[in-house]
Nanobody, 126 residues
Framework: QVQLVESGGGSVQAGGSLRLSCAAS????????MGWFRQAPGKEREGVAS???????RYADSVKGRFTISQDNDKNTLYLQMNSLKPEDTAMYYC????????????????????WGQGTQVTVSS
């Protein structure tokens, strides 16, 4: 079992920045991959970024060059630095974790993950 708790969401103007955090607890030594996802009202949950046990990262095309995913193993915390935010980035952001190895090209797919946090809201105004 892994527990995930997100924080750092808020309201910012377009062009601003936020840093999301995801604190993991439980069987964190078993985690093979972690990811950030987002879901806007009326839309499907979409992958934003992932970070695997080999420190490889993947990003959705819509956030490349603006968002950076990172991990602090000592603190068991996953981060998402979001810069140059746009109104279309408005969504509930979720952290997710997977405990078994899998194919890397699925790391931005929601079904790839076993555990989810409760989410943190990000609102970007124009």
């Amino acid at each position: 079992q892994v527990q995930l708790v997100e924080s750092g969401g808020g309201s910012v103007q377009a062009g601003g920045s936020l840093r999301l955090s995801c604190a993991a607890s439980g069987y964190t030594f078993s985690v093979k991959c972690m990811g950030w996802f987002r879901q806007a009202p009326g839309k499907e949950r979409e992958g934003v970024a992932s970070f695997d046990s080999n420190s490889r990262t993947r990003y959705a095309d819509s956030v490349k060059g603006r968002f950076t995913i990172s991990q602090d193993n000592d603190k068991n915390t996953l981060y998402l630095q979001m810069n140059s935010l746009k109104p279309e980035d408005t969504a509930m952001y979720y952290c997710a974790a997977r405990l078994v190895d899998g194919v890397s090209w699925l790391q931005l797919s929601p079904g790839y993950y076993n555990y989810w946090g409760q989410g943190t809201q990000v609102t970007v105004s124009s």
